[in-house]
């Protein structure tokens, strides 16, 4: 507790008060990820939980994973923060993180390789339905970030196979997002949201729920590492 400032300057960090703009933190995490991919085995995931409220703060996390060499097979949604944190009461901040699945090698569920908003608007729909199933109660902002870690798995899935990564960092970051340019944002995902039923709409965050349709048995779930 002696520092004035939790601040280090070998920390990494995107501050524009600090002249540390995008191309400083995708050059960074990209360094890092290259050299936690080399230590990985074939198909061992890479998982780590991000989420920003501006969806530019997400291209550098895709030129990492690509400049690794690694594909996104899974973004999942994840309460995190909770909203009486103290940054962030009273805001439109997100407490969903997104925990971003990477690997070298693997398969992905085909349903989750879209190649359309309305299919995007569909994968966000149903993890909000999950999420509101677990008396969360997502907020613009959380749905928000969830549709941000769908287009940025999408975008990595689909830039894999031309990525250059001795490419100029701003080429990079430029290639990120003129895909998703291309391919649609969250303007266009939030129009084809579905509303959540009145049930959910008021349930306090840690409500309990009664299941009536107790009569059968779930069948054993087999499992299986597809993520």
């Known amino acids: 507790f002696g520092n004035l400032s939790t601040r280090n300057a070998q920390e990494l960090t995107g501050n524009e008060d600090m002249g540390r703009g995008l191309d400083h933190f995708a050059q960074g995490v990209s360094s890092v990820f290259q050299k936690m991919a080399m230590a990985l085995k074939p198909g061992a995931p890479l998982a780590f939980t991000y989420h920003h409220n501006d969806f530019a703060a997400y291209y550098p996390i ?3 994973i690509l400049d690794a060499g690694l594909t996104c097979s899974a973004s999942l949604p994840c309460p995190a923060e909770m909203g009486a944190s103290i940054h962030i009461n009273g805001t439109s901040s997100s407490i ?13 569920p085909r349903k989750w390789v879209v190649d359309s908003i309305h299919g995007v608007a569909e994968l966000v729909n149903e993890d909000l339905a999950k999420l509101r199933s677990g008396n969360v109660k997502p907020t613009t902002g959380d749905t928000r970030c969830i549709a941000y870690g769908h287009l940025i798995r999408l975008a990595i899935w689909n830039l894999r196979k ?26 266009e995902i939030e129009k084809r949201l579905v509303e959540p039923e009145d049930s959910f709409r008021d349930a306090p965050l840690l409500a309990v729920r009664e299941n009536l349709e107790m009569g059968a048995l779930l069948p054993r779930a087999r499992a299986r590492s597809n993520q």
């Open 62 to 64: 895709a030129v990492a």
């Open 96 to 108: 969903i993180d997104t925990v971003f699945v990477c690997r070298s090698t693997g398969t992905v």
């Open 162 to 187: 031309t990525w250059d990564k001795n490419a100029d960092i701003d080429k990079r970051l430029s290639a990120v997002s003129s895909w998703i340019l291309r391919f649609g944002g969250w303007p």
